[in-house]
T-cell receptor, first 112, second 112 residues
Framework: GESVGLHLPTLSVQEGDNSIINCAYS??????FIWYKQESGKGPQFIID?????DKRQGQRVTVLLNKTVKHLSLQIAATQPGDSAVYFC???????????FGSGTRLQVQP | TAGITQAPTSQILAAGRSMTLRCTQD?????MYWYRQDLGLGLRLIHY???????GKGEVPDGYSVSRANTDDFPLTLASAVPSQTSVYFC???????????FGDGTRLSIL
């Protein structure tokens, strides 16, 4: 079936550096993409989303980039902080299907 | 604070017993969802409800049932639990089906 996957299971960065978390998706019909952050013992927390009519969207310290040609999504976190340490999930859907398909997650470790 | 409340936070259940996981949201969101999260995997959709009075099957619905009698509540029932249903269960809601989903903190369920 269609799936969403991640290139790197664990990413370790130094505090203050920028982080980039990547995600590949396989469903060419997907038109909505979303990033979640999950801390230990907590539910996923919404970070940012993007629709397929855009290729870039910025939030506070975060940027999501979408490359529909190669079906690739990335999350950029500027000036990474220890509080950013968590597992990050990408998810996708096509708005007709109305269901999110999640990737398996990338763990971000921020070294002080 | 407003959000999604799940109960219980954790439970150990004997195989063959029934169990209802509770989920309540106070955001007046139309859509609600149940996911399970297994170790090392992303979230998989069990059932969803686009609006009160309607429900639908997700990716892994077998062994689970749901009801949506009103906007706020979306209970998930395991009629006869099996060990493979050991997982962390997350409830989520969104204002509409094409908007970000917001998650509760989960119920950790162990079936012995």
């Amino acid at each position: 079936g269609e799936s969403v996957g991640l290139h790197l299971p664990t990413l370790s960065v130094q505090e203050g550096d920028n982080s980039i978390i990547n995600c590949a998706y396989s469903n060419s019909a997907s038109d909505y993409f979303i990033w979640y952050k999950q801390e230990s013992g907590k539910g996923p927390q919404f970070i940012i989303d993007i629709r397929s009519n855009m290729d870039k969207r910025q939030g506070q310290r975060v940027t999501v980039l979408l490359n529909k040609t190669v079906k690739h999504l990335s999350l950029q976190i500027a000036a990474t902080q220890p509080g950013d340490s968590a597992v990050y999930f990408c998810a996708e859907s096509d708005l007709g299907r109305r269901a999110l398909t999640f990737g398996s997650g990338t763990r971000l470790q921020v070294q002080p | 604070t407003a959000g999604i409340t799940q109960a219980p936070t954790s439970q150990i259940l004997a195989a063959g017993r029934s169990m209802t996981l509770r989920c309540t949201q106070d955001m007046r969101h139309n859509a609600m969802y149940w996911y399970r999260q297994d170790l090392g995997l992303g979230l998989r959709l069990i059932h969803y409800s686009n609006t009160a009075g309607t429900t639908g099957k997700g990716e892994v619905p077998d062994g689970y049932s749901v009801s949506r009698a009103n906007t706020d509540d979306f209970p998930l029932t395991l009629a006869s639990a099996v060990p493979s249903q050991t997982s962390v269960y997350f409830c989520a809601s969104s204002k509409e089906t094409d908007q970000p989903q917001h998650f509760g903190d989960g119920t950790r369920l162990s079936i012995l």
